[in-house]
């Protein structure tokens, strides 16, 4: 009976394990990219805004430019807690995609 008992808990541990690991797994990888979606979408439009406003005239704004012609403050990667290199920068061209230099 004793052995049966430890084998039926171990069975309901592994169950739970099972289901519960990926699960916690995909909700992490989720929840990382949204903060990168945000960050992104934040310099995207700051650089939108720029460009309509006719402050930022190139196709390719960097975020340099972005810090002093914006009240845009120093973006930071939630992922790293590194703050982006200046030389990172959007392309107008491309519908506004953000390209990081390391």
């Avoid at 309509?52 to 972005?66: A, D, G, M, P, R």
């Amino acid at each position: 009976m004793n052995k049966n008992k430890i084998i039926i808990y171990c069975t309901v541990l592994f169950l739970i394990l099972l289901i519960s690991v990926p699960s916690i797994v995909k909700t992490i990888k989720k929840h990382n990219e949204r903060l990168m979606n945000v960050v992104t979408k934040k310099i995207v439009e700051t650089a939108k805004n720029c460009y309509y406003n006719e402050s930022c005239i190139n196709n390719e704004i960097t975020l340099k430019e972005l810090y002093e012609k914006t009240d845009l403050e120093e973006m930071i990667n939630p992922l790293t807690k590194k703050i982006y290199n200046e030389e990172s920068y959007v392309i107008v061209s491309e519908e506004f995609r953000f390209v990081e230099k390391l």
